[in-house]
């Protein structure tokens, strides 16, 4: 089969489109035949050397993807051949074909177009672990997340505004803020022009945000625990602000708050706290309202696989809303 190589540990340049060997149907599994995948940061940071996979995950990039059961393994019930899906994947997405445990697999949401599918594993199971399931958001809750734009973004501020919190979202531009706004942002912070800090705290009368949901790690920490307000929880899930930063743990005690630090292509295939759990609780939680249109993916543009290198120099870039998506027919 035909997959996205890697030369070498660099920028996108590194990235090719060569034959590699198909993957092995172990018991519990299924071969699916790709449609598309999506392009994660995880990936960027992979292809740079910074984010080996887990062990015994495929060195493939790509932790999503949606396509055809065209193979199943021994042990398997509840899918056949022919079944459309979409999966959470620890590695392996940017190729023809991936084996995919069967935890980790969800059914094409009806009224979701195969190829745009792709665009939803890992966000929805991300938010859903991260903002819900630890974190406990709550109706009435006031919720900020950073980087509304993003894929994980554009998918928190759907899912946080059906719960009934109040949304608050960073971006750097207004046209970004106008699409967080559309989909159900309260208030939008253009991070470029003014500290969100001060906006925050303006638009919660002084009284701070009950969750954060930060991907710039370091360079926010000390900023997202002066939002916080008392019995706050911070949620960090990426880095790119760097990983080593102090805290003020006075602070941290006399709000009471939490932080919590999480990776979702590290947990186990199964058992607490595993990617089953999460996709077993995303289908039962979300999946019904993505088939209602209420929660709905968004997608940047769609390129080739082939074309591996472009996708990530636009979301490097930033340059884009929602997803970006690497189609295997080209």
């Known amino acids: 089969m035909r997959a996205v190589t890697l030369s070498g540990a660099g920028g996108p340049e590194v990235l090719g489109w060569g034959e590699v060997p198909d993957p092995v149907c172990r018991p519990g599994e299924v071969v699916v035949d790709v449609v598309a995948t999506a392009v994660n940061r995880a990936d960027l940071l992979q292809r740079a050397g910074h984010y080996p996979p887990p062990k015994g995950a ?34 392996g997405g940017y190729a023809e074909r991936v084996a995919v445990p069967t935890g980790q697999l969800l059914p094409r949401p009806a009224g979701v177009e195969l190829a745009t599918a792709a665009a939803l594993p890992e966000v929805v199971c991300t938010v859903w672990s991260n903002v819900f399931m630890l974190a406990g958001l709550r109706r009435g809750d006031a919720f900020l997340v950073h980087g509304g734009s993003s894929g994980i973004g554009t998918m928190a501020i759907q899912l946080a505004a059906r719960a009934g919190a109040q949304v608050l979202t960073t971006a750097g531009t207004a046209a970004k803020l106008d699409v967080c706004r559309e989909l159900g ?9 003014e500290d969100f800090v001060e906006r925050v705290l303006e638009e919660t009368d002084d009284a701070g945000v009950d969750v954060v949901l930060d991907n710039m790690g370091a360079k926010y920490l000390s900023r997202n625990l002066d939002v916080l307000c008392t019995g706050g929880r911070l949620v960090c899930i990426g880095m790119q602000g760097g990983t080593t930063a102090e805290i003020d743990l006075g602070l941290l005690m006399r709000k009471r708050a939490s932080v919590h630090a999480t990776t979702l292509r590290a947990r186990p295939a199964t ?7 999460i996709v077993a609780a995303v289908r039962h939680e979300v999946w019904p309202d993505v088939e209602r249109g209420v929660v709905r993916p968004i997608v940047d543009r769609r390129l080739p696989m082939s074309r591996a290198a472009e996708a990530h120099r636009v979301v490097e870039a930033s340059e884009h809303v929602g997803k970006v998506l690497l189609l295997t027919d080209g």
């Open 271 to 277: 058992g607490p706290g595993g990617k089953a759990e």
């Open 185 to 193: 942002a309260e208030v939008g912070i253009n991070y470029r022009e």
């Open 58 to 91: 495929s060195d493939i990039l790509g932790l999503e993807c949606s396509g055809v059961v065209s193979e199943v393994g021994d042990g398997v019930t509840g899918w056949g051949v022919g079944d459309e899906v979409c999966a959470l994947l620890s590695g």
